[in-house]
């Protein structure tokens, strides 16, 4: 799967310029040019990784930096910006609460290696995810309940990928949406409940306990039963 990185940057041809390079990458890049904006983004739908600029208008960087840490506190946020003293750095590292600063101007290649460094640190590379009797390995591409072995199709096993992610979490459709099917404008959200629908009957079929569950009006959680 595709990790997703949200690009914080009010210079428009600074955010072409990084969104491009991004995307012949292999990411899927999401931009904001304010504060506001890149909250409201956040919170539709949390990033792998954020990178972001101090100097915003509407609302600063160091707003949405504390504001979003708050929200996700695992998303990796990498500040971008020309505020390059040591005093600056600290604030950003310590008080702020990112994980790196990169000061302008600044090699895209330092950026990659960066990002990529993040992303390895991150909880999103964990290849074994459990919940219950249910355990899926990103490595190995294999899925199990209990002692019987699933078999499911690629767009099957990334969208289980990401509700385990997000155990006990609920997503929206939309949210499942952009995430797995990468905001494609042929695909409609109810999708999203077709697939779930394959997933129940190899995940839950046959089990006493269902995990993956609809909450009316919202979306799906995989979740043990309370």
Not at 48 to 71: R, S
Not at 114 to 139: H, V, Y
Request: charged fraction near 35%.
């Amino acid at each position: 799967m595709k990790h997703s990185i949200l690009l914080v940057e009010d210079d428009k041809d600074l955010q072409e310029v990084l969104r491009d390079f991004l995307l012949d990458y292999g990411f899927y890049v999401v931009t904001a040019s304010d504060g506001v904006t890149a909250l409201k983004e956040i919170k539709k739908l949390p990033p792998d990784l954020v990178i972001l600029d101090l100097n915003l208008p509407v609302m600063g960087g160091e707003t949405v930096c504390v504001e979003a840490k708050k929200m996700y506190p695992d998303i990796p946020i990498i500040i971008l910006t020309a505020k390059d003293s040591t005093a600056d750095v600290v604030r950003g590292l310590e008080d702020l609460g990112a994980d790196d600063y990169i000061a302008k101007p600044f090699e895209t290649e330092e950026l990659l290696a960066r990002i990529k460094a993040r992303l390895r640190k991150g909880g999103n590379n964990i290849s074994r995810l459990e919940i219950a009797d249910l355990i899926l390995d990103t490595k190995t591409l294999q899925v199990k309940r209990g002692d019987k072995k699933i078999e499911l199709t690629p767009q099957e096993f990334k969208l289980l990928e990401y509700l385990m992610s997000n155990k006990g979490k609920v997503m929206t459709r939309d949210a499942i949406l952009n995430r797995v099917w990468l905001y494609s404008p042929d695909i409609e959200t109810r999708v999203v409940d077709v697939y779930v629908g394959y997933l129940r009957k190899k995940i839950d079929e046959g089990f006493d306990k269902p995990l993956i569950h609809s909450v009316r009006g919202f979306g799906y959680v995989v979740k043990e039963e309370d």
